[in-house]
């Protein structure tokens, strides 16, 4: 470098570090929604918060099934508007999304083998596509210095193809019996 000349820095300040791609807007714990007993999981938010995408890892215990069972589940959301309530406080009246969700573990499979003929079974065990609608209440926090800037806490109704299938197919099942809760928590960063 010769005199005078001055070498470009790199910018490393925070507001640099956030503003990458891959670092998340948000952290998520959710319960229950076909996703897992219990996921947790980063939150990226784009297009004015209207689009989000959350990675969750999900977890279901022993005690449902006959070993602990671990999924991976790529839940995008679609949130056309907000409603302001207060100065900080907020409602998301519509939260929706098609996802899907990757099952860990010897017991899944994406083919049937040679157990059934071909075509017997069109799914797979390791896949499922998953739907979900709902709604969040938001809550700017009022010091945005801090790490954490909004807390939201939303719930969702949710199925997978499997059980859509089943209510289109059996004539005796009822929207009810296919359809799941879940209650979540999404911090902002």
Request: aromatic share 14%.
């Amino acid at each position: 470098m010769a005199f005078g000349q001055q070498q470009e820095e790199e910018d490393y300040s925070q507001e640099s570090f956030r503003s990458a791609w891959y670092v998340p807007n948000g952290a998520v714990l959710q319960f229950a929604g076909n996703m897992g007993m219990l996921s947790v999981g980063p939150h990226y938010t784009s297009l004015n918060q209207r689009v989000a995408v959350e990675l969750l890892a999900g977890f279901v215990p022993k005690f449902q099934s006959e070993q602990n069972q671990y999924l991976l589940t790529l839940k995008p959301i679609y949130q056309p508007f907000r409603i302001k309530l207060k100065s900080r406080h907020s409602l998301t009246p519509l939260r929706a999304g098609i996802g899907f969700s990757y099952h860990f573990g010897d017991q899944y499979s994406f083919s049937w083998h040679d157990l059934y003929p071909d075509g017997y079974y069109w799914w797979s065990t390791r896949l499922r596509i998953l739907g979900y609608v709902g709604s969040s209440v938001n809550f700017e926090l009022k010091d945005r210095t801090k790490l954490v800037k909004n807390i939201s806490l939303y719930s969702e109704a949710g199925t997978y193809d499997l059980l859509l299938t089943s209510l289109i197919k059996e004539r005796g099942l009822r929207p009810r019996d296919i359809l799941n809760v879940s209650l979540g928590m999404r911090i902002g960063f």
